[in-house]
């Protein structure tokens, strides 16, 4: 049984992205309710058990038999072993679109659960909601509470977002994509360099530098951006463009490019639930002078007013009409830094006796270009349980390890700046 895939998901085809999720754990862990439970979420979701084929002259959906469908994989080995070797092994060509990993050190007591997820089928949000309801299936197993099952078995497909939009004038649509190029070509995107200067010497692999916040820092993270007027998505934009910029030559303002991803889900009507497998995302690219020494809180606030003017008109629908056209014109979407935002998320509810110590999302995919010399920084930034991440994926033939961690320290320290200037820390005399 197949579900064709419209324009918009086709796009992620030749990506090959995916969204990866990981869980580490502390207690017991009943290792057949956790594949039961895998078992369940993928019955529920079709599209998690299927594989991308050729249907005319698009790609589809094809159900997989069950013997082929994705079953939970377990092994035991360390965790942080584990994890690089999950971001490293593609979900592969002709095969299932979700794998499940859980890994356990040899005392039996730790545990990492990796979920990979392809993003034809998956959203951040999507892969977020996902996650939480193995764990809650699993809760329920383990509780002996009853969970339903599917009705029948019939596949429940999702309809595509790009059918569930609202109409809009066509005129317009082309109006707006005529814009979108003019401005691509008087505004081309500054990258950064990749700082590898012989990448056939070095074993490319995807890693990931990680800044993390602890409550306190994260609390007064979102103190300054209500202070300045501005979301905290806005803040980190503005330390990302500060800290590329002091990596490109010359003291005098560049245009960069910020690309926002732009839920859709909450602006359909009525609004798409998150446990819908399909990709509800579109997003807003907007080019800004920056200097060396531009200030970070006014940069948070123009980004911050024009993705709200965006999302507040018909330019997120325009904008998944056109994705496309992205193929033809791939400087649509080319920026200097992409800025992903899931907001502040719930983690995975557990039951007694097992505790989640971190949860983390990171998107990877299994084309880069080291011969291209540059390419956008991106940084993908989740709120788990009140603490603030930004996760830096990259390509070791590409950029360096040591590299990644100086735009990181970078990133932080601007943040830092920021809430110091709007929000001084209270001094105590003495």
């Given amino acids: ?109 730790g545990h990492l659960f990796v979920l990979s997820v392809d993003h034809t089928v998956v959203d951040g949000h999507s892969g977020i909601a996902l996650h939480n309801e193995i764990w809650e299936r699993y809760r329920a197993l383990a509780e002996g509470e009853e969970r339903p099952g599917v009705a029948d078995g019939t596949p429940g497909w999702a309809v595509p977002v790009s059918e569930l939009l609202p109409e809009v004038d066509e005129a317009a649509t082309t109006a707006y994509l005529e814009r979108r190029v003019d401005e691509a070509r008087r505004h081309p995107a500054e990258l950064v360099a990749y700082d590898v200067m012989e990448p056939s010497a070095v074993e490319g692999r995807i890693e990931v530098c990680r800044l993390t916040l602890d409550e306190e820092r994260t609390g007064r993270l979102r103190r300054t951006a209500r202070t300045a007027g501005v979301t ?37 009507s009525p609004p798409l639930p998150a446990l819908v497998m399909v990709p509800a995302v579109t997003s807003h690219l907007q080019a800004l002078d920056v200097a060396p020494e531009s200030d970070p809180v006014e940069l948070a606030r123009t980004v911050h007013s024009r993705l709200g003017d965006f999302v507040a008109g018909d330019g997120p629908y325009h904008e998944m009409r056109i994705t496309s056209e992205i193929p033809r014109n791939p400087t649509l979407q080319l920026a200097t830094v992409i800025a992903t935002n899931m907001g502040v998320v719930p983690g995975p509810r557990l039951p007694e006796g097992l505790e989640a110590t971190d949860v983390r999302l990171v998107p990877a995919r299994e084309q880069y270009f080291p011969a291209a010399g540059r390419s956008p920084v991106m940084a993908c930034v989740v709120s788990f349980e009140g603490r603030l991440a930004i996760e830096f994926p ?37």
């Avoid at 090959?16 to 999720?21: D, G």
């Fill in 232 to 268: 905290v998505h806005a803040l980190v934009a503005a330390a990302l463009l500060t800290t590329a910029r002091r990596r490109l030559p010359g003291g005098e303002p560049r245009a960069l490019r910020c690309l926002s991803p732009v839920d859709l889900r909450s602006r359909l």
């Fill in 394 to 430: 990259y390509f070791t033939a590409c950029f360096s390890p040591e590299f990644v961690r100086a735009f990181r320290d970078g990133v932080g320290a601007v943040l830092d700046a920021c809430a110091a200037a709007v929000e001084p820390v209270p001094t105590t005399a003495g």
């Fill in 1 to 109: 049984m197949r579900r064709a895939l419209c324009p918009v998901e086709t796009l992620y085809v030749g990506q090959r992205s995916r969204a990866v999720l990981s869980c580490t754990l502390r207690g017991r862990l009943d290792i057949e309710a956790l594949s039961a439970a895998f078992d369940a979420v993928t019955e529920a979701h079709p599209a998690l058990r299927t594989r991308i084929v050729p249907d005319g002259e698009g790609f589809a959906l094809d159900l997989l038999d069950e013997a082929a469908r994705p079953r939970l994989s377990t092994r035991t080995c360390a965790a942080e072993d584990a994890y690089a070797t999950e971001l490293n092994t593609p979900l592969p060509v002709g095969g299932p679109l979700s794998r499940a990993v859980l890994v356990s050190a040899p005392e039996g007591d």
